[in-house]
């Protein structure tokens, strides 16, 4: 896959903080959804869209890995699937429930397949069997991270093509979207800079963002 370079990530923090100035200075984390190419595009575009507004990590991959999990006020590049940064979110929730408790509320919020509880629980399931970093792989109690987010910013693909499913009816390209305050807070954990991730897609750990249950 080719990546931008660090000055491209900086050069795109600095355009996004030029159109929403409560933006913090330090560089966040930059990840992909999903855990394809195709993956991460697809859910991008919903991401645009406004569909996306959930995404959900397997706990015991994060006790596999040793990293910390989302917090709540910290912000993220999204990246495309070739790599190209193009949208900044706010991570404004994260409930961490066993996997027989995720409600249909958050289903809802992931906005993919049917937008049913049913299909979610159906997806996951089968994804964390076969896909987990933890070699317990799924279980009905195990610890299910429900993160929400909020779109910030995002910005045309570099190419000069036009963004997937964008609703220019509340949004302008490479600009900031309306709506609520940014309380402009530190990416991450304190003042500690966080470095965008050049190598992978599918940061969020575990993570199970897809359109079908492949």
């Known amino acids: 896959m080719t990546t931008p370079s660090d000055h ?14 409560s933006l913090p200075p330090d560089l966040p984390e930059a990840w992909a959804f999903g855990a394809t190419p195709d993956h991460a595009n697809a859910l991008l575009a919903l991401v645009l869209d406004g569909t996306k507004t959930g995404t959900a990590s397997s706990g015991w ?7 910390p999990i989302p917090a709540a006020d910290e912000f993220s590049i999204i990246l495309d699937g070739g790599g190209q940064p193009r949208a900044v979110i706010e991570t404004t929730d994260v ?35 076969s896909h987990s970093a933890n070699p317990r792989g799924w279980a009905p109690d195990m610890p299910v ?4 987010f909020r779109l910030v910013y995002r910005e045309e693909a570099s190419s000069g093509e036009q ?4 609703d220019g009816e509340h949004h302008e390209m490479g600009g900031p979207v309306q709506g609520g305050h940014l309380p402009g807070r530190q990416c991450g954990h304190g003042q500690q800079q966080c470095h965008p991730q050049q190598e992978q897609v599918g940061r969020r750990l575990g ?4 359109l079908s249950g492949e």
């Open 207 to 210: 993570q199970h963002d897809l």
């Open 61 to 67: 991959d994060y006790e596999t890995t040793g990293e």
């Open 145 to 148: 991270i429900c993160e929400r």
């Open 163 to 166: 963004c997937d499913a964008v």
């Open 8 to 21: 491209q990530y900086t050069a795109f923090w600095r355009r996004a903080r030029e159109a929403v100035p």
């Open 95 to 129: 409930r961490v429930v066993p996997f027989g408790e995720v409600d249909a509320a958050h289903a809802r919020a992931e906005g993919e397949d049917d937008l049913s509880l049913a299909a979610w629980l159906a997806i996951h399931e089968r994804y964390w069997r």
